[in-house]
């Protein structure tokens, strides 16, 4: 049995707990949290599994660390506190363990993540003889892995775009939503998440690593991004009303442009309310992948948890790749390892 400590239980530490608890291989060896008023909880409530687990959470990370665990989870956000989650995720590494996280956009294609940050990972892995794996849904596995595998079924491959088509109102993060998106803000607020460089930031190092596998070269990446006003005034039962004229649709691409050409596309559909921008491709919460060619294929993953909340089944699928990975990862040498050197290990049957 692999001792394993989830560290963060937010959406993605959630579905992690239920993850490790339900593999056969892993012993979940303790909870780690950043809110005092959860310390001391049971994991199996954190989880909402339903039943206790004998494993209280803790909100001293040195005493989880010193216990020497052989995997962490680290399912802590990353997003608005990248130092900070960088350095959690290298005293982890520094302490031995595997690691393996979807909050490090940077490492994602760690093979050109900046110089310095690389040294500073395998600096840690050299010290402490851990490893560290960084992956998740989109970014992630929706769009490195999957357009890889599907891409192998074809003969000829003119283009491949993978998508994610999602309705905001099942996702919980409100702060997320109306502020790095911009759901409900005025069209001339800009938002991070969708600023000029930050979409390649995030996903460029997804569109580097499917040209790799595919042995493309890529010329550069490009962005491209549109928004729409809500017509109505919409009101949502997880986050509250959005006014009519603000923002209520964003649609996004990075482009891989091989030979002048958008060849490699990852894009990005979300809304607030069905109603905005009806003309994109529409649905409540998929992934799908499309390979433009002879044969055109195309492949669309729904996933839910939680109630049938998609953006829960996402997450939960995020937490799935990267559990899954940690027996691979105990036989691999210590390193910094990136999606396509990570197979998906089978889940097993309950």
Known sequence: MTSTIVWGTGNVGRAAIRAVVAHPELELAGVVVHDPGKAGRDAGELAGLGRRVEVAASDDVGEALAAKP??????????????????DVLRAVRAGAVVVTPSLYALYDQRNAPAELREQVLEAVTEGGGSLFVSGIDPGWGNDVLPVLISGLGGTIDAVRCQEIFDYTSYDQEDSVRYLVGMGQPMDYEPPMIAPTVPSMVWGGQVRLIARALGA??????????????????????????????????????????????????????????????????????????????????????????????????????????????????????????????????????
């Not at 990353?78 to 900070?84: A, S, V, W, Y």
């Open 70 to 87: 052989r995997a962490v989870v680290y399912a802590a956000s990353g997003d608005i506190r990248p130092d900070e989650a960088l350095g």
């Open 217 to 350: 070269e890529l010329d550069d990446l490009r962005e491209h991004v549109e928004r729409r006003p809500l017509a109505i005034d919409v009101s949502t039962a997880a986050m509250g009303d959005f006014a009519a004229g603000t923002q209520g649709a964003v649609r996004f691409e990075v482009q891989g442009i091989v030979h002048g050409e958008p060849r490699i596309v990852v894009e990005h559909v979300t809304r607030i309310h069905p109603s905005c921008a009806p003309d994109w491709p529409t649905g409540e919460g998929a992934h799908r992948v499309i390979i433009e060619g002879r044969p055109r294929i195309q492949v669309t993953v729904e996933a839910t948890d939680e109630g049938g909340n998609r953006a829960a089944g996402g997450n939960a699928t995020a937490a799935g790749r990267l559990v899954n990975a940690i027996g691979w990862l105990t036989q691999a040498e210590p390193g910094l390892y990136d999606a396509l050197d990570v197979p998906i290990s089978p889940g097993r049957l309950a």
